[in-house]
């Protein structure tokens, strides 16, 4: 099974609309972070959010807000007012530990397209 | 400009020749990260160094890939007898970390290798 799973291959809306990326983890760890990137069509992979397992508390930064829910082992990636420059592809990722240290596992990312 | 670089943007080289990426951190990283990615899919995880010493290195790293981190400073990824299959991005990351927290990592551009 997959560690962390991005279910929504690809997900396409009109500018202004809101929308939902879905993400479900999977670990044994009772602590462990998630992480949400962005990576535009240029490529570089930007950091979003860190999220760590003890902390549940709903986040809200400007029109981006992230629901984490243990009970589910979610994070879900809300966008609102969609944006033709929040085209990009979405990764979800789990930090646990793996040997001696910590490894960060992607999912396979969501394509998001906002179309004007 | 302060972020993380890599070099070369683009490489393209025939099966069975040597390559070699370099990766500049943050310099006040103390982590740093190997990954590569494919087409549609999520960066996999390949090793990574506290300082100079490498700690962890994934089953996807076969004996003709070697990586280093002299001085704890710039890293370096070769590639014995490059094989199609290891035509990839190939994307350096680091962060600033401390025990057993894992903070976000900053990635790269990424080097893109193409083995004809």
């Known amino acids: 099974a997959q560690k962390v799973t991005q279910a929504q291959t690809e997900i396409s809306v009109v500018e202004k609309e809101d929308v939902t990326l879905d993400c479900v983890y999977e670990?044994?760890?009772?602590?462990?972070?998630l992480f949400w990137y962005k990576q535009p069509p240029s490529g570089e992979l930007v950091f979003l959010i860190r999220?760590?397992?003890?902390?549940?508390q709903n986040e809200i930064s400007g029109r981006y807000s992230w629901n984490f829910q243990k009970s589910t082992s979610s994070f879900n990636f809300t966008i609102t007012a969609s944006q033709v420059v929040d085209s990009a592809v979405y990764f979800c990722?789990?930090?646990?530990?793996?040997?001696?240290?910590?490894?960060?596992?992607f999912g396979s990312g969501t394509q998001l397209t906002v179309l004007p | 400009d302060t972020g993380v670089s890599q070099d070369p943007r683009h490489k393209i080289t025939k099966r069975g020749q040597n390559v070699t990426f370099r990766c500049d951190p943050i310099?006040?990283?103390?982590?740093l990260y190997w990954y590569r990615q494919t087409l549609g899919q999520g960066p996999e995880f390949l090793t990574y160094?506290?300082?100079?010493?490498?700690?962890?290195k994934s089953r996807l790293l076969s004996d003709r890939f070697s990586a280093e981190r002299p001085k704890g400073s710039f890293s370096t990824l070769e590639i014995q007898r490059t094989e199609q299959g290891d035509s990839a991005m190939y994307l350096c990351?680091?962060?600033?970390?401390?025990?057993?927290?894992?903070?976000?990592?900053?990635f790269g551009p990424g080097t893109r290798l193409t083995v004809l």
């Open positions: 990351a680091s962060s600033l970390s401390s025990g057993g927290a894992d903070n976000e990592q900053f």
């Open positions: 670990t044994r760890d009772t602590t462990y972070y």
């Open positions: 999220r760590n397992s003890f902390d549940e």
């Open positions: 990722a789990l930090s646990e530990w793996a040997g001696s240290a910590r490894q960060l596992t």
């Open positions: 310099s006040e990283h103390n982590r």
């Open positions: 160094f506290q300082n100079e010493a490498q700690l962890e």
